[in-house]
């Protein structure tokens, strides 16, 4: 079956250092999506990704969707203690709407 | 707009115990997912409904694993008898139909089996 792979699977960032995430895939997506799950809470949609090669920016947050579409990356630019949390990517294969959750990457930032 | 409602958020219960758990989804989300999501790992869909009819539970241990979602509305998820390996938080989630918009979660029911 399809499988979602994300490094690193934890990261440790000082505040105002920047943070990049990488996500792959096994087979070729129609689309990506990226959510945030805050410690004890529940996974929040961020952004959604269908273009191939596509870049998208929510203010100091950069997802980019690789050309081949297996691939994407999300980058923070300047950390806060506000990003602490876990990364998901999740890829949709196109079939009945399928989301295939990614590993995650758990990211801290201390000050 | 109201979010997704789960209960319980808690639940503590003995191996070869059974439980239930509820979701009630966002007014409107044809499409409700049961997501497990045991400690440090990414969610992993156990059964996805379209209105009343299941569209995916390839995940679903059927032998000890049951939901549904008769009105087509809210939904409830079964485990019985359950195991150790069980323990995890159990995640409703529900989208409006088409493909691929964004899921929108409850949050969650965390389960511990003794």
Redesign the interface.
Known sequence: GQQVMQIPQYQHVQEGEDFTTYCNSSTTLSNIQWYKQRPGGHPVFLIQLVKSGEVKKQKRLTFQFGEAKKNSSLHITATQTTDVGTYFCAGDTGTASKLTFGTGTRLQVTL | EAGVAQSPRYKIIEKRQSVAFWCNPISGHA?LYW?QQILG?????LI?FQNNGV??DSQLPKDRFSAERLKGVDSTLKIQPAKLEDSAVY?CAS?RQ???????????TRLTVT
Request: charged share 15%.
């Open positions: 499409t997501y790992q990414g969610p992993k869909l996805q569209v995916d995640l989208n088409g493909k691929s918009s964004p899921l929108h979660f409850g949050n969650g």
